[in-house]
């Protein structure tokens, strides 16, 4: 396995070397809504900060986009529905139905809180491949806190069982169940009560990740390097989400304690925290489209490089702006923002 992964990195590296990305993208997120029905303490785009001045894509612009994307590379393995709340689209199962006809491996984050009985059927019977809840605590008075809305754990425990019972009754074994929790000041001493409970849920893979806090001295800084404001303000939050520096011994005695609460439990957990800038494979492999037809070059990054509704989505990819972020990342341009990112969250403290 070693020698393994030091060939990939080397391909990996390869790939990345240059401004333009030598493959089509291997993974697609296409962003359906902007929208929410809660309020969480560590997002800030149910507040709509950055909002456009642009009118949704209609679902039929969606559905020729899958198709575009599947039609220009045949080999882009996942596609990602994502929002907002997915589950506040209306076509999100047509996208679903269509994504798998084109032989997509489908996934969608949510949190759980719009999935009643009927909503259940729906999602199991698309044919969704993978459902990621998203779970702040392992009990609904920190959770509900965190996530602003009374009743929003119960639901996703609800939504969690409304799964289970839809897969069994059609003879389903899909979509598979994770979790994903994000860590901050207001959860992270509660992560290791979370494996027992995924156990009794049902549910073994399991991931956390740091939360992204961006300071507006890094908002401005990446924007004078692209000239243009480009980093948006959703990832603006109070840095006393962040863990204090003198509670970091604490924080890593806490990180162990669920580790091994995740291996007695049977869950199989990946922790992403990183201490540096982690090589990208985002901007060489990766099609982000928002829900205005955008196509941006990360999440962190909303340069907008071009919109599908006036240009063909493969067109796009290898433009100048698209180039342009590759060429600022190697140059080293980008660290203060890229260690800030939301794939690869480093750990701070305040």
């Not at 020698?3 to 401004?19: D, M, N, P």
């Not at 882009?76 to 084109?102: D, H, N, S």
């Not at 162990?256 to 990946?270: F, P, V, Y």
């Not at 090589?279 to 070059?297: E, K, M, R």
């Amino acid at each position: 396995m070693p020698k393994v992964s030091r060939i990939l990195e080397k391909g990996f590296q390869f790939l990345t070397k240059g401004e333009k990305a030598l493959t089509p993208p291997f993974y697609a997120v296409i962003e359906v809504n902007d929208r929410c029905c809660l309020r969480c303490k560590q997002c800030n785009l149910w507040k709509r900060v950055d909002k456009l001045n642009q009118e949704y894509l209609t679902e039929s612009e969606i559905v020729k986009l899958i198709r575009d994307i599947r039609k220009w590379n045949p080999l882009t393995k996942t596609l990602m529905f994502c929002g907002g709340e997915p589950f506040l689209e209306k076509g999100i199962f047509r996208y679903i139905q269509v994504a798998k006809r084109l032989k997509f491996f489908t996934t969608i984050t949510t949190n759980g809180f719009l999935i009643d009985e009927d909503m259940a059927y729906d999602i199991v019977d698309s044919g969704l491949d993978e459902l990621c809840f998203s779970l702040d605590a392992p009990e609904a008075k920190i959770h509900d806190n965190i996530r602003g809305v009374k009743g929003s754990f119960d639901r996703l425990i609800k939504a969690n069982e409304l799964i289970n019972k839809a897969k069994r009754e059609l003879n389903r074994k899909t979509p598979s169940i994770r979790v994903n929790t994000v860590i901050s000041n207001l959860n992270y001493k509660y992560l290791p009560l979370i494996p027992s409970l995924l156990r009794k849920m049902g549910i073994k893979e399991y991931a956390a990740q740091y939360i992204t806090v961006v300071s507006p001295e890094i908002k401005e800084a990446t924007d004078r390097v692209f000239r243009r404001a480009v980093c948006p303000k959703q990832w603006i939050l109070p840095k006393e989400l962040l863990i204090p520096k003198e509670e970091e011994n604490e924080f890593w005695k806490t990180i162990s304690m669920l580790e091994k609460r995740a291996k007695e439990n049977n869950i199989n957990l990946s922790l992403r925290l990183y201490n540096k800038m982690q090589p990208c494979s985002i901007l060489w492999g990766s099609l982000l489209v928002d829900s205005y037809g955008n196509v941006l070059p990360c999440t962190m990054l909303r340069d907008i490089a071009g919109n599908i509704r006036g240009r063909n989505v493969k067109s796009i990819w290898n433009n100048e702006k698209m180039k342009n972020a590759r060429k600022l990342f190697n140059q080293g341009k980008l660290n203060p923002i890229c260690t800030r990112c939301c794939i690869y969250p480093n750990v701070m403290f305040r």
